[in-house]
């Protein structure tokens, strides 16, 4: 187990294309972190130049203090699960899981108990004699898990792991790394763009887009405070409601709406709110946004309303998604009256998407959107 | 019992094609139409074959009647036996197999390596130096022969003697590797997932180690297509022997063959004997290859 470090990291192959910007990051000691963006944000390259399969422009990486630049893939002692598990396929089960520890010379008899071990661990121990051919894809993805653990590695590295896998068997499966974790844990550092296996597994998550980190923090700090309209549209499914507001002498107004008291200076802002924390109101409320329904989508537990506001500023009307009950029961172009949570509502700047220090700048904190 | 079997197996199957359309009725003919075409057309390929095989077996008179006689009266086998005597018949069948061998575990260890560093490593120029590879394959023999002469007849009188003129390691030098090898085993590397060799990178293994722990065996099918092209190149090449030996005692097959061929008189039975003993080892070669074709293609399934 070890703690590794990426400082200053960057990896330029092209003069055009930058794959990853001054990435600064630590992966503390047996902690599960979590690499999560886009296709194209840099989170495989970063996984890569750590395991040695590419090597930074310019920075330098750390594992244990020690930095590793020079050392090439087999000298890390790390392990990687790759998307396509990269089982080879000339070797039976058993072969494969021992082909690391082979490499590196261990005594035979060790190779033979810890194969077995891992084996048994994975629940992988009657299929040993198999070929990687003759074996269901959850059991190809055991097989290449075990390759990784087998090993003892000082980290572990998995590169969408789950991603060719069924969504039944894709929810077992996290559930097992999950476990897995907890029983050994070693440090390891996982790449996906799906965000409920990253809030799901994660210790932390580290958000990226274009080669550059939006945000690094707990799932709870990047779902509930996101730093940037980015990593508040990406994280949460559906993604956060962002419609244009202004504040004007300390208030905030959705089109010609004051909604609530902020602490921000005046000028245009990106509002932010999940739908789940939007309410239904009665409309005679004051500070209460007028909708109406475009379409609902009947989830069982609960009803996704998608509702138009129409904002006097631009002619295009604003469309907003949020939670309602199992039983809410809207007709297409019915019309509602929509609330914001003043403790769950975001202001993020306009031009860079940058959050305006979130919540605490929203004042009446126990308020329900009184307008002033 | 199993016959039992076989009839229910049977009539269920004709229940079955029973309800299929009239289309998929006529693929039950019991051959292909393709069969019409490629019948006749294996008749013409094995005529030589047969022919050659069985002049082997006539005597002398009855390989030059005319009209041609083609079914011999008395097998003669004592041919066989006459035509080893004949010439130092076994001799040539060592060159032969020396100078194949050689070739054979040359090119394979040669292209392999350039074909993975072409493949797969990423070094200056290494585009342009492909290209020039490739470039070579477009230049026929009869233009290079002379040079080549020349750059064999020079490793002879200053490097080392057996590499000469008029040696059998000049009929091996020129041989060691082809362009041909070298692309062919690049493009098949190509087709190898690269995370196969990153996983065992990480897992310790040199890049060396990658080619020929992972890479290598899993080009079996195309490590063994090259093998049977190299043999054969190598065991029938005629042209470049011809040129560079003239000592009977370093000659290989195909120029032993001539041996029967005189300017005034063929002696055509003990020739053609020669000939089906000199194809036996590509009998085998091909019987031996066929095996690994099909084998690589049982095993193009697996997916890592």
Redesign the interface.
Known sequence: MAQVEFCDVTRRYTRELTALRNLDLTVRDGEFLVLVGPSGCGKSTALRLLAGLDTPTSGEIKIDGAPVNHLGPGQRDIAMVFQNYALYPHMSVYQNLAYGLRQRKTPRREIDQRVRDTARLLEIDALLDRKPGQLSGGQRQRVAMGRALVRRPRAFLLDEPLSNLDAKLRTQVRGDLKRLHRELPVTSLYVTHDQVEAMTLGDRLCVMANGEVQQIGTPDDIYSRPANTFVAAFMGSPPMNLVPGLVRGGVLHIGEVRVMEVAAADGAVTVGARPEHLQLRPDSELGVLAARVDFCERLGSHVLVHALVDLAADGEPARLILQAPADADFGAGSRIAVGLNPDRTHLFDVETGTAKRGREQILLPNGSGMPI | MSHTTEITADTVLDDAVDDLPAASRARRLPFSLWHLVLIPLTFVLIAPLVWMLLTSLQTHAEATHFPPVLVPEHPRFQNYADAWAAAPFGHFLLNSLIVTLVVLVSNLVVCSLAGYAFARVQFLGRGALFLTLMATLMVPFQVTMIPVFLIVKWFGDNVWDALGIDHIGALMLPNLATAFGIFFLRQFFQTI?V??E?????????RL?VLFK?VL??SLPAMSTLAALTVLTSWNDFMWPLIVVTSTDQMTIPLGLSYFQGAHNTQWPLLMAANVMSLVPMLVVFLVAQKYFVQSVA?T????
């Open positions: 997932p995370e196969l990153e996983a065992a990178r990480v897992d310790g293994t040199s180690g992972i065996p899993l095993s399934g697996l997916k890592g």
